[in-house]
């Protein structure tokens, strides 16, 4: 039997996978979860006992959340990225590591087809393949839901039909999740809308009195939260998420224009990414300069995009990396949020680094750093240009 490692989450689109690569196609099944965040061990238990229900072959947990972290979260949280202004990437940044992982493990135990549950009108199916084109040129890649082109309802119906057990009412949902956030997606977000309903979202709202924390960066990374310093960022993340989840702070349906060129709608919940993401903005307001704050910009949107459209294996992309990072030095410093339901609120900062300093004056009161004659100067001068195109160009006699 010819294997295929499949990556594997446990849910509708993967379970059918499995299913059908081994009954249907006469695959020796290698089911692997790539966790890049996000799954308890009960959860992880509950993957594992259903995948191995299905008569596979093997099934295992590769641990990335750290490398993801590394190679990817901190990159997005130094350029601040947020796609469309909305989306801070939960879903298209963990499928690179987890399609870098399949890839690896496939050369690993030498299977010469990898699996996916893409469809065929969405991301995902372009983040992988291009992927494992890269790594694994000379593999095979199997996706049965998009050669099939199947429905979700589809998929029940087959899986019914071979006795798997599942919450089928769950399933209507398409949940991926990661440290970074978690996507949503179901029949509301097929249309523009519909918006999904409570029941739809992983994390119920149960926090209803607002509660202030502190977010405390070192060089553009979150380390401590509340006072307490962690030695991972992840841990500092999952004590966010901890924290504002529960308000239900994170939820939001991104609309953006799909790689294959196609508009999409995605839910996703993501409380610690967004308020880490602007926690941090404000920290940089505070500590950069204005051209630094400018070309970071710039920089980013573009690293956000090029990431969210799969090309992260892009030598640019190293670039990129090097210039976000050379920008976070002097970003170091603690803000304080107001978490409360639905929403949360940037309170202040603290920083050695603050450029906002007292010594030089107060904007708007007083300065100490030039007189009043100084700028009578600075801004004739700075006004030169445009007073002189209107004197030359004026229509007036």
């Given at each position: 039997?010819?294997?295929?490692?499949?990556?594997?989450?446990?849910?509708?689109?993967?379970?059918?996978?499995?299913?059908?690569?081994?009954?249907?196609?006469?695959?020796?099944?290698?089911?692997?979860?790539?966790?890049?965040?996000?799954?308890?061990?009960?959860?992880?238990?509950?993957?594992?006992?259903?995948?191995?229900?299905?008569?596979?072959?093997?099934?295992?947990?590769?641990?990335?959340?750290?490398?993801?972290?590394?190679?990817?979260?901190?990159?997005?949280?130094?350029?601040?990225?947020?796609?469309?202004?909305?989306?801070?990437?939960?879903?298209?940044?963990?499928?690179i590591l987890q399609a870098k992982s399949l890839a690896e493990y496939a050369k690993s135990i030498g299977a010469k087809s990898?699996a996916h549950g893409s469809t065929g009108a969405g991301n995902d199916q372009v983040r992988f393949d291009m992927i494992f084109?890269?790594?694994?040129?000379?593999?095979?890649?199997?996706?049965?839901?998009?050669?099939?082109?199947?429905?979700?309802?589809?998929?029940?119906?087959?899986?019914?039909?071979?006795?798997?057990?599942?919450?089928?009412?769950?399933?209507?949902?398409?949940?991926?999740?990661?440290?970074?956030?978690?996507?949503?997606?179901?029949?509301?977000?097929?249309?523009?809308?519909?918006?999904?309903?409570?029941?739809?979202?992983?994390?119920?709202?149960?926090?209803?009195?607002?509660?202030?924390?502190?977010?405390?960066?070192?060089?553009?990374?979150?380390?401590?939260?509340?006072?307490?310093?962690?030695?991972?960022?992840?841990?500092?993340?999952?004590?966010?998420?901890?924290?504002?989840?529960?308000?239900?702070?994170?939820?939001?349906?991104?609309?953006?224009?799909?790689?294959?060129?196609?508009?999409?709608?995605?839910?996703?919940?993501?409380?610690?990414?967004?308020?880490?993401?602007?926690?941090?903005?404000?920290?940089?307001?505070?500590?950069?300069?204005?051209?630094?704050?400018?070309?970071?910009?710039?920089?980013?949107?573009?690293?956000?995009?090029?990431?969210?459209?799969?090309?992260?294996?892009?030598?640019?992309?190293?670039?990129?990396?090097?210039?976000?990072?050379?920008?976070?030095?002097?970003?170091?410093?603690?803000?304080?949020?107001?978490?409360?339901?639905?929403?949360?609120?940037?309170?202040?900062?603290?920083s050695d680094h603050d450029l906002m300093s007292a010594k030089f004056g107060s904007y708007g009161e007083m300065n100490k750093?030039?007189?009043?004659?100084?700028?009578?100067?600075?801004?004739?001068?700075?006004?030169?240009?445009?007073?002189?195109?209107?004197?030359?160009?004026?229509?007036?006699?």
């Amino acid at each position: 039997m010819k294997k295929v490692v499949l990556a594997y989450s446990g849910g509708l689109d993967t379970t059918f996978c499995a299913l059908h690569l081994s009954k249907e196609l006469g695959y020796e099944v290698h089911a692997v979860l790539v966790n890049t965040g996000g799954f308890s061990e009960e959860e992880l238990t509950t993957i594992q006992n259903r995948a191995e229900n299905l008569g596979i072959a093997s099934f295992k947990v590769l641990d990335v959340v750290e490398t993801y972290y590394q190679e990817v979260i901190k990159f997005l949280v130094f350029g601040n990225v947020l796609k469309n202004q909305t989306y801070p990437l939960s879903v298209s940044a963990e499928r690179i590591l987890q399609a870098k992982s399949l890839a690896e493990y496939a050369k690993s135990i030498g299977a010469k087809s990898v699996a996916h549950g893409s469809t065929g009108a969405g991301n995902d199916q372009v983040r992988f393949d291009m992927i494992f084109q890269t790594i694994v040129p000379d593999i095979e890649i199997i996706t049965p839901i998009r050669d099939l082109k199947l429905s979700r309802q589809e998929e029940i119906e087959y899986l019914k039909k071979h006795g798997v057990s599942m919450n089928f009412e769950k399933a209507a949902y398409s949940i991926n999740k990661g440290i970074w956030g978690t996507s949503v997606g179901g029949k509301e977000t097929l249309t523009s809308s519909d918006y999904l309903p409570e029941s739809a979202w992983p994390v119920q709202v149960t926090e209803t009195e607002a509660k202030e924390i502190t977010l405390t960066f070192e060089a553009g990374e979150l380390k401590g939260v509340n006072g307490k310093i962690y030695e991972k960022s992840t841990d500092a993340i999952l004590e966010v998420q901890e924290l504002a989840a529960p308000f239900g702070i994170g939820r939001d349906i991104h609309v953006g224009d799909t790689i294959i060129g196609i508009k999409g709608r995605v839910g996703f919940e993501a409380a610690a990414p967004l308020v880490i993401i602007k926690g941090h903005q404000l920290l940089e307001k505070h500590t950069l300069t204005k051209w630094q704050m400018f070309w970071k910009n710039q920089q980013a949107e573009f690293y956000g995009n090029h990431l969210h459209e799969g090309h992260y294996l892009d030598p640019v992309m190293r670039n990129l990396e090097a210039f976000l990072q050379s920008t976070q030095e002097y970003v170091s410093g603690t803000v304080k949020v107001l978490l409360q339901p639905y929403r949360f609120t940037l309170l202040g900062i603290t920083s050695d680094h603050d450029l906002m300093s007292a010594k030089f004056g107060s904007y708007g009161e007083m300065n100490k750093g030039y007189t009043a004659e100084d700028v009578k100067g600075f801004t004739r001068i700075l006004g030169n240009q445009t007073a002189i195109f209107h004197k030359v160009n004026s229509k007036d006699d």
